[in-house]
């Protein structure tokens, strides 16, 4: 499978996830402008799974959501299944 397949596979996974624990937290996306200085409107592009966030952006992501960064990734995918042209 290409590379970028399985990779917008994660990040649909890794978007539901950070859905889930910024609704938890914020509950809305206003929220999230309101109450932190994240970037609202590139914060709401990962959630619809659209970019690839850097290291930089998971730690603030992180800060902002006040949950260790591994939480961010707590969601199943089994790389496994997935054989990833070179």
Do not use: Q
Request: hydrophobic letters at 35%; proline letters at 2%.
């Amino acid at each position: 499978m290409d590379s970028k397949e399985v990779l917008r596979i994660y990040m649909k996974e890794f978007s539901a996830n950070l859905n889930r624990i910024r609704e938890e937290k914020f509950e809305t996306m206003d929220n999230v402008a309101t109450h932190s200085s994240f970037d609202a409107s590139n914060y709401n592009k990962l959630e619809k799974a659209k970019g690839n966030p850097t290291i930089e952006t998971i730690l603030k992501i992180s800060s902002m959501l006040e949950v260790e960064p591994k939480e961010l990734f707590n969601f199943d995918f089994d790389i496994k299944k997935f054989k990833i042209d070179m």
